[in-house]
């Protein structure tokens, strides 16, 4: 029981932090597992297992009633993701678990350190017609 009300508090802060701004999963499920004691390759499956049925449904209607949703660029995503998590569990089944947490640890502060000192503004995005 404590560990669903724990997973249920991890996913409500990651349902939130994902319809404000799209993440959850790689950057506050699988860090706060690893927090709580599971290996990196536990942390990442319970992650992907916990996605699987409602990975965005609810904010997927939101974004879609506000015109919000690019449809071909989802699309693509969505085949990609097919594919990569395919491929990325395989080779995550490869590493040791430090090396999957460093390659995570590198992965995640690549990412900050764009968003901290090269953030894009809305001018920079090429807009398709």
């Known amino acids: 029981m404590t560990a669903l ?4 508090a991890i996913g409500l802060a990651a349902g939130v932090l994902s319809g404000i701004v799209g993440i959850g999963g ?12 599971l290996t990196a390759h536990e942390a990442s499956g319970t992650s992907l297992a916990a996605l699987l049925m409602p990975v965005g449904l609810l904010g997927v209607f ?9 449809i071909h660029y989802a699309i ?13 569990a395989y ?3 490869r590493l040791s678990d ?32």
Do not use: C, S
């Open 98 to 129: 430090p090396l999957l947490q460093r390659v995570f640890g590198v992965l995640l502060a690549l990412l900050a350190l764009k968003f901290l000192i090269f953030p894009a503004t809305a001018h920079d995005a090429v807009r398709p017609r």
């Open 76 to 88: 693509g995503i969505a085949v990609g993701l097919t594919l990569g998590v395919a491929a990325g």
């Open 26 to 37: 790689g950057v506050v499920i699988v860090p706060a597992l690893v927090l709580l004691g």
């Open 62 to 70: 939101e974004y879609a009633h506000r015109h919000q949703i690019k």
């Open 5 to 8: 009300l724990i997973g249920a």
């Open 91 to 93: 080779v995550a089944g």
